[in-house]
């Protein structure tokens, strides 16, 4: 039976958008899963971690109630999935608080009927890893391959905001291990002892502390090369941006020569599955991640 | 000056997002140690908690610190008594930032609120518009040299699709974006109803 | 007398050693009147052949000759008659290889268990048995009424001297408590109205308020106590929970105590907080609106001034006393300047609430508190010399033990500088108080057992014992009150108690051989031994522990006990085969404590770890008990080598005789003259410290030692005894 | 064997020393006991221990003494390999369901130990914390008691087993030994069921199972102890090198909302206690860092802080430290913290990291009848105060039969 969800995409994963490749290889991976994801109608920003000096508290859990309550209008009954490490977390903190606050979502209720909007605390708020993990899980996931990633070492890069401080249940906090799982599910190479899994690339202080946060990329790629990876693997589009974007300002300052590329699961799902290098977004990078085109403009043999 | 006077730790208590949260450290600098931009800032979260229960308000508010927080959450998971400093440190910025004490260049503080108006115009952040707004921000000259040593990376972006000349022109927007101004501004009416400030 | 011998033959002794041979010395040298040989003998057969001896046979006396008497002890139970045990498996087989060697010792080893077998007697209770199972408790505290409440709960009767005319001690005087039970979040009533009133309505409970102890005398189950008011009761032990005082902080001049009401301790914020809620501070009535509290103040000192220790409670007094002011209006600012908070177990549940609360704890030092309330400190955490102005200050000072008078120098001054009054005023020739442990407390020195206590019968609970609150108070003083319980019942019964608990056995004493030397009262851990008129000793036995440390102390062996004498070890050291000094075999006499070094050489067999075959080990109830005699009798007889093998003694002893090894080692120092007189060399005889984990370590040193007696050559008394 | 227990029996749970030492003030009070333990041996956990805090005296000592006052007491009755499954009824009259596991060796075993020769298999010992392996017919440890050998069910039914049963002269091995379940009846009952080490693995940061060099303060005692897995040598498992640069973490786990919530009160001291062990191994090159956040030397344990704080060889550092790395090519620990006194940043090196391990409640209190807690089943304890607590436990355990006995009679 096909699994249906409530599309919370954000504003990064949209068209056009820095990772609009992410939401290309998603909606690629969901349709071999035969998962439905409807995007919210009018769905809005969640405010991200980022926007707080503008605007306090309560129009941040405003914003994401916002996207509840829409979501409870049009597609009752399914839960809102997050493919964002920011959007997740902004929305599962505001579900959290609401929850836990009758004041406060009197509050939030009281804003959200200036957009015409209620918000009746039914919503269940997931990341798309928690959708792939618990309700597809691990085997049905692998039924589906059609090309495992053969021969290609990824380091998994969990990051931050998809680990804490909510994380996918079941995983620790310092070593997660579902990246790696999902890499050996679909054929590849988990580097299990890379060491910056966790490390926090600098998030949206990238713009604003550009040298700080090089640094901290300049060390998560680094520790991959350590390792002998050929490319990063993340579940978040602020980690991916940084972490392949920002190389070539380090190769530019430091005349280091990092070229590492940076994937999203969803792409080495679809690639397995036998998505074409457009349908994966696999031209959506600025380091090309040479070997996993190459599996995927191989033709394979059709499955027995 | 009497130190440990609680003044402004109740202000914090009042003003601050999860404010309430601060009388609760025990100083065991867990957050301090976990925190990914630790080596730049010159006071650690246990120390900001320790100072405003001593009083220090000046110091506090116009300390940088609060302003390297990535929002990691490494400290939050670590403490020992579960306080969401990520929450805190950003509450304090905001509220130095609202007060008008935080430092005026602090490129964070700037950013930040680049940001929010950024997406609170539309209902959707304008990536691009955003890129052009911290580039830009000292001025064209500086813009156009950030522009200029940046220019591969842009183009690289373009040409993978992952920015969009377009959306300067007809950026993503949400239907009722009035709709979200009106409900943002009465959310604001509510918070500083409920925190106390004049506006 | 009827002696009885059995061999076992199990667990390689009979693979290893001519059991024949052995079965031969112990009827013809030993002169057991029945001698039988088993090939298992701790089996069902074997202990039935054993009881059949007893039973059928009529042995009196009898002598196993198996594994050490450390094992098998469920097997070879015989309460009824006397036993000896020949250690082969441990003490033989299992740390030698087979060869005439080996054999040598497992002979030598039946030879001494039957010349000890036939000097021993199955103990029996002595006439000294005082049957009055009361227990006086000396204070009507907490501590106090916990401990009579709790007896009296037993079905014991309990008699209660308080010096105040009111019950209630110290806990009396505060306003709430800290909380002992879930959720520790906030301070609880005291209790000390029910419990006063539960033990006024007690019938088993008798009160003597307004009253002291003038004079205790006796023994357990016999104790004389002769209270202030002419009153004279019989009691069967004691329990003294005689409180604490309160460091007086006017002792600390840098905090200006006395220059101003606004700078108080503990107890002063208690009577405050009694006086009105909120409370309002002494100057001028007005409520409080910023209080200090200064932690450890006179505490943890370093400079020698005031009291080195930690008082345990007071950062949670601190904590509660701060909760009196956030409860009743959460406005006023309460800042507790500590260096380390301690609040251990689910006092840290205490701690957040009084965080919870907004009690402000910064980690400071504070050097001085002026008399206008300015608090002065180092802050820790901000790394800055800082002061806080408060309009109440609250110096958290420590606890003097109410202890009495320190009997190793009975004018001592407590930590206040008070001249000491005496507690108990006991009629003993030890002086007039409980001996100390550290800093006036009268704690026990052992970890294993808090309630060890060096003046049988008479147990110490709550702070005068050691630094305490009220929850560990109530829980000590319900121990303590088993013990005193306890007590009375071993006291019935003449049995001993701890660490020899059940022994029934006790000094005997020839009289007329005495000579009035003192040493055992003197000696006495356990101040067990008065003086009478004559200067005499007088044993009370219920007193004794049996450590046998007065038997070693006398120089003309007048002091025995029915199973453990100065023939009974004697003997044995005589009954060793000495060769003579053609044959170029050693002979090395080991002196153990048979509570450390004794079970470290059976573990050392366990785990078969070899060791020099020129040993006979004897165990011994203490070094303390090793009366010089043996040494020279030994050393008479031929014996190349002797080692005394004891507890480590110190300030940190581990001796369970408390000064057993350390006596041992004075008197051992001495005997270098009886060497010099023997022309002897001094390694001869030497003193070792032995730990019971000392299972590699101690054959280690044996063979050392073999090693050092066969550099300086085998005695050249040999063949003169 | 309702019979070996009646309405005037006190039920002692847990054979450590706060069950042995309820059981015997009361016992020795002249009360009948009933003493279980779940495993082979007496002792519990401060059997496990090299020495105590603040005198550095040997547990074992204390429980020679405990072990003489038992053997001598015919009043305690002891079984071990003893679960308490049930326990039902209420004071004066409890009905107790134990489940005694096979032990395969019977009171004839003279703990002679051929049948641990003649045994191939080998079995982690938890006696050392799992730290090294031993046979799987075993004697605890040296003062085990009963002085009795077992074989471990995971031998059952295997050729071992059998090999075991032949060498035995004595008849002592037992293969058709099986689970028992019985009910016995008790007046009173005593729950002395100790503590058990907080998950270290839980603490992630502290990298506890990932690295090597991580190990915890009830690990580190068994390195020092001279029968533990090392012979007394503090080496760290990773490549045992000498272990003389050494970190001792407080508050791993205790005083932790994500995990306990309590201060379980030992650390501090055996920390403390832990620094005097290297410092006797390597002398003026031992270096022992201890990061706290408050030192918690209560009462007159003061002085052993105090004599600490005055060796040299011992460094406190005020910081929770927030992680360990790992170095590769030392495989030495780095802690990263702040010292939050002053803040001053570290990355520091050690050559091993020992996690002061926080206490918790081994075995759940019943809860369908109320029991005396005692020891560390009530509260978390050290030794000495365990011992305070049991002693007051057996008194009230003796209230309460002498009760009963008073309303028969």
């Known amino acids: ?304 | 000056m009497s130190a440990y006077q609680g003044d402004f730790l109740k202000e914090v208590e009042a003003r601050v997002e999860e404010g309430e949260w601060v009388k609760m450290c025990m100083q065991c600098g867990v957050c301090a140690g976990s925190c990914p931009f630790g080596p730049h800032w010159e006071h650690s979260p246990q120390k900001i908690f320790m100072m405003i229960r001593a009083g220090k308000r000046e110091e506090v508010l116009t300390s940088d610190a609060m302003w390297m927080c990535t929002s990691c959450y490494n400290c939050v998971v670590r403490c020992p008594r579960k306080l969401p400093i990520t929450q805190i440190m950003h509450g304090l910025a905001t509220y130095a930032h609202r007060l008008g004490l935080a430092p005026k260049m602090q490129p964070t503080r700037r950013f930040s609120v680049t940001f929010w108006s950024n997406l609170t115009r539309t209902g959707r952040v304008n990536e691009l518009k955003l890129v052009l707004q911290v580039y830009f921000r000292n001025g064209f000259a500086a813009g156009l040299k950030e522009f200029w040593n940046m220019r591969r990376v842009g183009l690289r972006l373009l040409a993978a699709k992952r920015m969009n000349p377009f959306e300067l022109v007809f950026p993503h927007r949400c239907k009722d974006a009035k709709g979200i101004q009106r409900m943002l501004a009465k959310a604001c009416e509510i918070e500083n109803r409920k925190r106390g400030f004049s506006q | 007398m009827k002696t009885a011998a059995y061999l076992c033959g199990g667990c390689g002794i009979a693979e290893q050693l001519d059991t024949a041979r052995l079965a031969a010395i112990a009827e013809r040298e030993g002169k057991v009147d029945l001698v039988r040989e088993h090939p298992f003998l701790c089996s069902a057969e074997g202990v039935q052949a054993i009881r059949e001896g007893i039973d059928k046979d009529g042995a009196t006396h009898v002598m196993l000759a198996a594994c050490s008497r450390r094992a098998k002890t469920e097997a070879f139970y015989f309460p009824d008659v006397a036993v000896a045990r020949a250690n082969l498996r441990e003490g033989v087989v299992w740390i030698q290889e087979k060869g005439e060697a080996a054999q040598e010792m497992a002979d030598d080893y039946v030879r001494m268990a039957c010349a000890e077998l036939k000097r021993m007697q199955v103990p029996k209770a002595g006439p000294d048995t005082g049957k009055s199972k009361r227990v006086l408790v000396v204070g009507g505290g907490i501590s106090g009424l916990t401990a009579a409440l709790e007896a009296a709960e037993a079905g014991y009767e309990a008699l209660i001297v308080e010096k105040e005319a009111a019950l209630g001690g110290w806990a009396a005087r505060l306003h709430r408590r800290i909380p002992e039970r879930a959720p520790f979040k906030d301070p609880a009533e005291t209790g000390v109205p029910a419990l006063v009133d539960a033990v006024t309505r007690n019938s088993r409970i008798k009160l003597q308020l307004g009253t002291t102890v003038a004079q205790t005398a006796g023994a357990p189950g016999r104790f004389r106590v002769t209270l202030s008011n002419g009153r004279t009761e019989e009691v069967g032990a004691i329990v003294q929970a005689s409180g604490f005082s309160l460091y007086d902080a006017a002792r600390l001049a840098e905090f200006s105590y006395g220059k101003s009401p606004d700078i108080v301790d503990q107890a002063g914020l208690e009577a405050l907080a009694k006086k009105s809620i909120p409370i309002r501070r002494p100057s001028d009535n007005k409520e409080v609106k910023q209080v200090v509290f200064v932690q450890c103040a006179g505490q943890r000192d370093d400079s020698g001034k005031h009291l080195p220790y930690c008082s345990g409670h007071c950062c949670a007094t601190s904590m509660k006393q701060a909760m009196y002011f956030k409860d009743a209006n959460p406005a006023v600012d309460t800042v507790v300047i500590y260096t380390d908070l301690r609040v251990p177990g689910n006092g840290e549940d205490f701690y957040r609430s009084a965080q919870a609360k907004g009690v402000t704890f910064t980690k400071g030092k504070v050097s001085a508190v002026e008399a206008d309330g300015a608090v002065k400190f180092r802050d820790l955490i901000l790394d800055e010399d800082t002061q806080i102005k408060a309009d109440l200050v609250v110096l958290a000072t420590g606890q003097v033990p109410n202890s009495g008078v320190n009997i190793d120098n009975p004018d001592e001054p407590d930590a206040n500088g008070a001249k000491p009054i005496s507690i108990l005023n006991l009629e003993y020739r030890q002086g007039s108080d409980l001996p100390r442990l550290a800093h006036g407390f009268s704690d026990s020195h052992f970890i294993c057992f808090p309630y060890e206590t060096r003046r049988t019968g008479i147990y110490t609970a709550g702070p005068v014992r050691r630094p305490m609150d009220i929850a560990q108070a109530v829980e000590d003083a319900t121990g303590a009150a088993l013990k005193a319980i306890q007590a009375t019942e071993n006291a019935a019964l003449g049995r001993a108690a701890h660490p020899r608990s059940g022994d029934l056995s006790f000094p005997l004493v020839r009289l007329d051989g005495c000579t009035q030397c003192k040493r055992c009262t003197v000696e006495c851990p356990f101040g067990a031994i008065d003086e009478d008129e004559k200067r005499y000793p007088v044993f009370n036995e219920s007193r004794c522990r049996r450590c046998s440390t007065c038997m070693g102390a006398c120089p003309v062996r007048v002091i025995s006990f029915e199973n453990y004498s100065v023939d009974s070890v004697g003997a044995q050291i005589k009954a060793v085969g000495i060769p003579d000094e053609t044959e170029e075999k050693p002979r090395i006499l080991i002196l153990a404590c048979e509570n450390d070094a004794y079970p470290a050489l059976d573990m050392a067999g366990l785990q078969r770890v070899k060791y020099s075959a020129a040993v006979r080990v004897i165990p011994v109830r203490c070094l303390g008990s090793v009366n010089q005699v043996w040494v020279t009798d030994a050393l008479n007889a031929g014996y190349d080598g002797i080692m005394l093998l004891g507890c480590k003694h110190g300030d940190d002893y581990q001796c369970h005789f408390v000064r057993g090894s350390a006596l041992a080692a004075e008197r051992m120092s001495k005997i270098d003259d009886t060497l010099k007189q023997l022309a002897l060399e001094n390694e001869r005889v030497i003193t070792c410290e032995a730990a019971i984990t000392d299972i590699a370590r101690l054959p280690r040193l044996i063979d050392e030692y073999a090693q050092t007696i066969e550099r300086i050559g085998l005695s050249p008394l040999k063949g003169f005894a | 064997m309702r019979d070996i227990a009646t309405s005037q029996t006190i039920l002692v749970v847990g054979g450590g020393v706060s069950g042995m030492t309820a059981a015997l003030e009361a016992a020795e009070c002249g009360k009948q006991v009933l003493l279980v333990e779940k495993s082979p041996t007496l002792g519990g956990r401060t059997a496990l221990l090299y020495r105590y805090f603040p005198k550095l005296c040997h547990p074992t000592c204390g429980l020679e003494i405990n072990l003489r006052r038992l053997k001598g007491n015919r009043n305690v009755r002891v079984m071990t390999m003893a679960e308490v499954v049930r326990v039902e009824g209420r004071r004066g009259d409890y009905s107790v369901t134990l489940r005694v596991a096979p032990r395969f060796v019977n009171e004839n075993c003279t703990a002679c130990g051929a049948c641990a020769e003649a045994v191939g298999a080998e079995i982690p010992n938890p006696w050392n914390y799992n730290l090294n392996r031993m046979k799987a017919a075993y004697l605890p440890h040296a003062m085990a008691y009963p002085q009795r050998y077992v074989l471990d069910a995971s031998i059952a039914g295997t050729p071992d087993a059998e090999k075991a049963r032949t060498a035995c002269k004595y008849g002592a091995i037992d293969l058709e030994m099986k689970e028992q379940t019985l009910t016995v009846s008790a007046g009173a009952v005593v729950w002395a069921t100790g503590w058990k080490p907080y998950d270290a693995a839980k603490i992630q940061p502290y990298g506890y199972g990932r690295y090597a060099n991580v190990i915890t303060s009830v690990e580190f005692e068994r390195l020092a102890d001279p029968h533990g897995p090392t012979g007394g040598r503090i080496v760290r498992p990773s490549d045992g090198k000498e272990a003389k640069n050494i970190a001792f973490i407080q508050c791993a786990g205790s005083r932790d909302e994500n995990h306990l919530r309590h201060c379980s009160r030992i650390c501090c001291m055996a920390s403390l206690k832990h620094t005097q062990f290297v410092r006797e191994a390597y002398g003026e090159a031992a270096r022992s860092t201890i990061y706290y956040i408050d030192i918690r030397a209560i009462d007159r344990f003061e002085d052993f802080y105090r004599k600490v704080r005055a060796d040299r060889t011992v460094k406190f550092v005020k910081s929770k430290p927030a992680r360990i790395a790992e170095d590769r090519a030392s495989g030495d620990v780095v802690l990263h913290g702040v010292d939050t006194e002053g803040y001053h940043r570290y990355a520091a090196q050690h050559d091993l990291a020992v996690l002061a391990i926080g206490m918790e409640t081994a075995v759940p209190l019943p809860q369908d009848a109320e029991v005396f807690p005692a020891g560390c089943a009530a509260d978390a304890l050290d030794v000495n105060r365990s011992v305070q607590s049991s002693t007051a436990a057996a008194l009230r355990a003796i209230q309460v039969v002498n009760r009963a006995a008073r309303a028969e009679s």
């Open chain 1, 1 to 304: 039976m096909k699994k249906e969800y409530a599309f919370y995409p954000g504003c990064s994963s949209q068209l056009r958008g820095s990772a609009s490749n992410y939401l290309t290889s998603v909606n690629s991976m969901c349709q071999t899963l035969e998962v439905k994801m409807t995007p919210i109608p009018d769905w809005n920003c969640c405010g991200a971690s980022i926007g707080y000096a503008g605007s306090g508290e309560l129009a941040r859990h405003v914003m994401n109630a916002r996207n509840f309550a829409l979501s409870e209008k049009h597609l009752p009954g399914q839960d809102v999935v997050a493919t964002c490490a920011a959007c997740w977390l902004g929305a599962k903190e505001t579900k959290q608080k609401l929850d836990a606050s009758r004041a406060l979502m009197e509050d939030t209720n009281e804003a959200l009927k200036e957009a015409g909007l209620r918000y009746e605390a039914k919503t269940e708020v997931r990341h798309m890893v928690e959708v792939l993990i618990e309700d597809i899980g691990y085997e049905e996931i692998r039924k589906h391959v059609v090309k495992p990633l053969e021969g290609i070492k990824f380091a998994g890069y969990v990051g931050c905001q998809t680990n804490r401080p909510f994380g996918i249940a079941g995983e620790s906090f310092e070593n997660p291990m579902y990246l790696d799982k999902l890499v050996e599910t679909v054929g590849g190479e988990a580097l299990v002892k890379y060491e910056q899994k966790v490390a926090c690339c600098g998030g949206a202080l990238a713009f604003s502390e550009p040298d700080k946060s090089q640094k901290q990329i300049k060390e998560i790629v680094e520790a991959a090369y350590d390792q002998g990876a050929d490319m990063i693997v993340t579940p978040c589009p602020l980690c991916q941006a940084n972490v392949e974007i920002y190389q070539a300002e380090i190769n530019r300052k430091q005349g280091t020569k990092l070229d590492m590329p940076v994937m999203y699961y969803s792409q080495l799902l679809a690639v397995a599955y036998g998505a074409a290098p457009k349908q994966a977004g696999l031209d959506g990078h600025v380091i090309q991640p040479k070997k996993l085109q190459d599996i995927a403009v191989k033709v394979v043999p059709a499955r027995k």
